[in-house]
Nanobody, 115 residues
Framework: QVQLVESGGGLVQPGGSLRLSCTAS????????MGWYRQAPGKQRELVAS???????IYADSVKGRFTYSRDNAKNTVYLLMTSLRPEDTAVYYC?????????WGEGTLVTVSS
C-alpha cells in the first residue's frame, strides 16, 4: 500500500502564493507518475501538473506560468508552488501517484482564493 499526505493548503488573497507538499510512504518501488489534480465545487477533477519517470512535464493551460511543480525523489515528496493565485484556483488539491498502473490518491488539501 501507498499513503499520500498533502499539506500547505489554506486561505489566500488573489495574487498571493501558496506551496503545497505531498509525501508518499509505504510500498514504493517503481513510481510511474506523480503529480497534482484539483476539484472545484461542482466540477470534475482535473490535472494541474504532473511528471512521469521519464521526465515529461505536463501543466494545465490555466496554470502555466503561475504554478511550478517540483519533486524530491530522495524524500518521495512533490511540491506545487502556486503564485498569482486567482479565485478560480479555489479547489481541493489532490496528490496522485501511479505505480504499476495503480492510482493512489491523497485526501486532498483545500485552497481558497478570496479577498
Amino acid at each position: 500500500q501507498v499513503q499520500l499526505v498533502e499539506s500547505g493548503g489554506g486561505l489566500v488573497q488573489p495574487g498571493g502564493s501558496l506551496r503545497l507538499s505531498c509525501t508518499a510512504s509505504g510500498s514504493i518501488f517503481s513510481i510511474n507518475r506523480m503529480g497534482w489534480y484539483r476539484q472545484a465545487p461542482g466540477k470534475q477533477r482535473e490535472l494541474v501538473a504532473s511528471i512521469t519517470n521519464y521526465g515529461s512535464m505536463i501543466y494545465a493551460d490555466s496554470v502555466k506560468g503561475r504554478f511550478t511543480y517540483s519533486r524530491d525523489n530522495a524524500k518521495n515528496t512533490v511540491y506545487l508552488l502556486m503564485t498569482s493565485l486567482r479565485p478560480e484556483d479555489t479547489a481541493v488539491y489532490y496528490c496522485n501517484l501511479v505505480q504499476r498502473a495503480v492510482d493512489y490518491w491523497g485526501e486532498g488539501t483545500l485552497v481558497t482564493v478570496s479577498s
